[in-house]
T-cell receptor, first 110, second 112 residues
Framework: GQQLNQSPQSMFIQEGEDVSMNCTSS?????WLWYKQDPGEGPVLLIA?????ELTSNGRLTAQFGITRKDSFLNISASIPSDVGIYFC??????????FGTGTRLQVFP | DGGITQSPKYLFRKEGQNVTLSCEQN?????MYWYRQDPGQGLRLIYY???????QKGDIAEGYSVSREKKESFPLTVTSAQKNPTAFYLC???????????FGSGTQLSVL
């Protein structure tokens, strides 16, 4: 079946550092979504990308839809303690099928 | 998301028991989904419904059942046939299958 490879699995960084994570696949996607999940809560949508090459920002977060349509990147600038959580990518393929990456666990130290 | 309510937040199941997780939405969205999340894992699709009175199996439907009698409601029953039910269960909704998902706050199910 379809698979999304999300990396890194986990990151331990110091407050103020920039963070970068990505999702890759051998398949082509129509939409890329990035979510953040706090412990014991549901994922919250951060950014949605709809076109190849699209670059979208949401505050300190910036995400890009890869030009090949097979990957996407999420960057967080100047990390703060509340950035802690699990970040998931999700991709839509075949117009209506959605799959999730396995998540990147982010830990921020003061 | 305030428009999606999952209850209860915590649920305990005895062996051989069926339990039902509730998901209600007031967003007037057509599509609803149930996902299972195991510790340190991603989300796996259990069932989804694109319209009232219709639903489809996801990747891990065995041991689960659903109904969609009303647009606002999509309850999930974890049956006794599900041998490893301990997990975090997430309900999600979207305007249509190809649009972004919005999630409820989840139900943690544990086995006594």
């Amino acid at each position: 079946g379809q698979q999304l490879n999300q990396s890194p699995q986990s990151m331990f960084i110091q407050e103020g550092e920039d963070v970068s994570m990505n999702c890759t696949s051998s398949s082509i996607f129509n939409t890329w979504l990035w979510y953040k999940q706090d412990p014991g809560e549901g994922p919250v949508l951060l950014i949605a990308l709809y076109k190849a090459g699209e670059l979208t920002s949401n505050g300190r977060l910036t995400a890009q839809f890869g030009i090949t349509r097979k990957d996407s990147f999420l960057n967080i600038s100047a990390s703060i303690p509340s950035d802690v959580g699990i970040y998931f990518c999700a991709g839509v393929y075949n117009t209506d099928k959605l799959i999730f990456g396995t998540g990147t666990r982010l830990q921020v130290f003061p | 998301d305030g428009g999606i309510t999952q209850s209860p937040k915590y649920l305990f199941r005895k062996e051989g028991q069926n339990v039902t997780l509730s998901c209600e939405q007031n967003l007037n969205h057509d599509a609803m989904y149930w996902y299972r999340q195991d510790p340190g894992q991603g989300l796996r699709l259990i069932y989804y419904s694109q319209i009232v009175n219709d639903f489809q199996k996801g990747d891990i439907a065995e041991g689960y059942s659903v109904s969609r009698e009303k647009k606002e409601s999509f309850p999930l029953t974890v049956t006794s046939a599900q041998k490893n039910p301990t997990a975090f269960y997430l309900c999600a909704v979207s305007r249509s299958p190809e649009e972004k998902l919005f999630f409820g706050s989840g139900t943690q199910l544990s086995v006594l």
